[in-house]
Structure formats: C-alpha cells, structure tokens
C-alpha cells in the first residue's frame, strides 16, 4: 500500500493529494481504488 501511495500522492504534500497526471491511472482498478479506500478508512488518514 505504501509503495501505491506513492504512485498517486505527492511527495511534496504533507497530505495525499492525487497527482493531477491521468497516465498514472491507466492500470488503476476498482479493486485498487477501494484498497486504498479501505486503507485511509482503517488507518484514519484524511486526504
């Protein structure tokens, strides 16, 4: 999970803000998007 953070956040933000690059996203699933949901909900991280 750690290493799709860093996919898809900015390293220079403090907080996860989506990088506004839509290549990034090609291979993105819905599988993936709710185990990223899941992750922020279990460890509380508001993006």
Do not use: K, W
């Not at 860093?6 to 839509?22: G, Q, V």
């Not at 990223?36 to 991280?45: E, F, L, M, S, V």
Request: hydrophobic content about 35%; overall charge positive; aromatic content about 12%.
């Amino acid at each position: 999970m750690i290493q799709i953070r860093e996919l898809i956040c900015d390293p220079l933000s403090a907080l996860c803000h989506i990088r506004h690059y839509r290549r990034q996203f090609i291979s993105v699933t819905n599988d993936v998007l709710y185990a990223i949901d899941r992750y922020y909900q279990y460890h509380g991280a508001c993006c």
